[in-house]
């Protein structure tokens, strides 16, 4: 049972452009979703995360926005940087709930 | 602060051996989960545990997998008897509370 999918395993983006990675999911059932950044033999590393009750919020460079009615929510990264080239998962949280559910992650690569 | 520590960064072991995987929770943090990453997967919860206490084990696999968290020291997650199959990534992550988890570096495990 995948209550996150991201159905991208890759993207490739020039620098200086937009990264829109995007997630699904399948249970309404949730209070906020979270992106995580990981770099090769390291861990999942914290980036931005959304409550159920809002559908945009806004961090820097970093953008996520939920749309509830289509269970979809996307992360923009503007401008894009090398140095964002990374797999980037998705993740979905319930307060009081003891784990997070991850999607399959998406690898991006800026290019320079 | 240091954040969250796991040791070994890289194990090697052979079928029906004993792994040991251990993490530090970053300080003040009381929470720890921990996940496993297959390869071409995302993190899948396995456990969830505060201090002497499994709160939540329920990604857990029924046999050979155990895991604690001692009053003093650390996480221990304890995989008896591996297999092939046991061969991933696992990562430990803390939390001061319910929300965002802090993820250690991961620890490969590789089962000959």
């Known amino acids: 049972d995948q209550q996150v999918k991201q159905n991208s395993p890759s993207l490739s983006v020039q620098e200086g452009r937009i990264s829109i990675l995007n997630c699904d999911y399948t249970?309404?059932?949730?209070?906020?979703f979270l992106w995580y950044k990981k770099y090769p033999a390291e861990g999942p590393t914290f980036l931005i995360s959304?409550?159920?009750?809002?559908d945009k919020n806004e961090d820097g460079r970093f953008t996520v926005f939920l749309n509830k009615s289509a269970k979809h929510l996307s992360l923009h990264i503007v401008p894009s940087q090398p140095g964002d080239s990374a797999v980037y998962f998705c993740a979905r949280g319930e307060t009081g709930a003891n784990n997070l559910f991850f999607g399959t992650g998406t690898r991006l690569t800026v290019i320079p | 602060n240091a954040g969250v520590m796991q040791n070994p960064r890289h194990l090697v072991r052979r079928r029906g051996q004993e792994a040991r995987l251990r993490c530090s929770p970053m300080k003040g943090h009381s929470h720890v989960y921990w996940y496993r990453q297959l390869p071409e997967e995302g993190l899948k919860f396995m456990v969830y545990?505060?201090?002497?206490?499994?709160?939540?084990e329920s990604g857990m696999p029924k046999e050979r997998f155990s895991a604690e968290f001692p009053k003093e020291g650390p996480s221990i997650l304890r995989i008896q008897q591996v297999v092939r199959g046991d061969s991933a990534a696992y990562f430990c992550?803390?939390?001061?509370?319910?929300?965002?988890?802090?993820f250690g570096p991961g620890t490969r495990l590789t089962v000959l």
């Open positions: 959304i409550s159920s009750i809002k």
């Open positions: 992550a803390s939390s001061p509370k319910f929300d965002e988890q802090f």
């Open positions: 249970n309404s059932m949730f209070d906020y």
């Open positions: 545990l505060q201090k002497e206490n499994i709160i939540d």
